[in-house]
């Protein structure tokens, strides 16, 4: 029987740990991701981030469990998620595929307003940037079915200009005729 040549051992065990030290750079430990949202009041902001965990909205993710647990004392929402999809495959055998996410939401109590969204799973650290880029986004349309934010009419700070007498007037209103002999104004 042909003999291999064993390589040394402290080498072998080099390269072993080598490998797994790449394997678990590239698979991460648990991801965190932030997204600031400066031009909304705080609590819109924490009633998206409900909003959003607590419904999601995927376009090709069906959401077969969605468990939502909410600290308002700590703003921080806990959410346990499993999503499935089928895609099709390169011939007649379509491919089914799952994910399940463990995500923590947590919004801060400081300007601007930030949530910052974190998963300890090991997971390849592009799904889960895809996964909290879809999540802000959620976020960021529930903020937007809210409506803007608006200044009070009037209020130099907030940049609304202050009403004056040329304001456009209600519907319905009947201007004053003008004196003999000059135009109305427009």
């Known amino acids: 029987m042909p003999s291999f040549p064993m390589p040394e051992t402290r080498s072998a065990r080099a390269t072993l740990v080598a490998i797994a030290l790449a394997v678990a750079a590239l698979a991460g ?3 965190s991701q932030k997204c600031e949202f400066d031009d909304r ?10 909003q959003a965990s607590r419904e999601p909205r995927y376009a090709d993710w069906i959401v077969i469990s969605n468990e939502v647990s909410v600290s308002e ?8 998620r499993d999503l499935r999809r089928s895609t099709d495959a390169v011939g007649p055998r379509a491919r089914i595929e799952e994910r399940q996410w463990r995500l923590y939401a947590t919004v801060s109590s400081e300007r601007p307003t930030t949530v910052t969204l974190t998963s300890p799973d ?29 200044p009070a009419p ?25 004196p003999p002999g000059e135009l109305s104004p427009p």
């Open 29 to 31: 430990c648990g991801h």
């Open 41 to 50: 009041p705080r609590g819109e902001v924490w009633q998206a981030v409900v």
């Open 73 to 80: 004392p700590d703003s921080r929402v806990s959410i346990s």
């Open 122 to 150: 090991w997971r390849v650290p592009a799904h889960f940037w895809r996964e909290a880029d879809h999540f802000f986004g959620q976020v960021r349309m529930r903020l937007m079915e809210m409506g803007p934010v608006l």
């Open 154 to 178: 009037g209020d130099p700070i907030g940049g609304a200009a202050a009403g004056s007498e040329t304001d456009a007037k209600a519907p319905g209103h009947k201007p004053e005729p003008p």
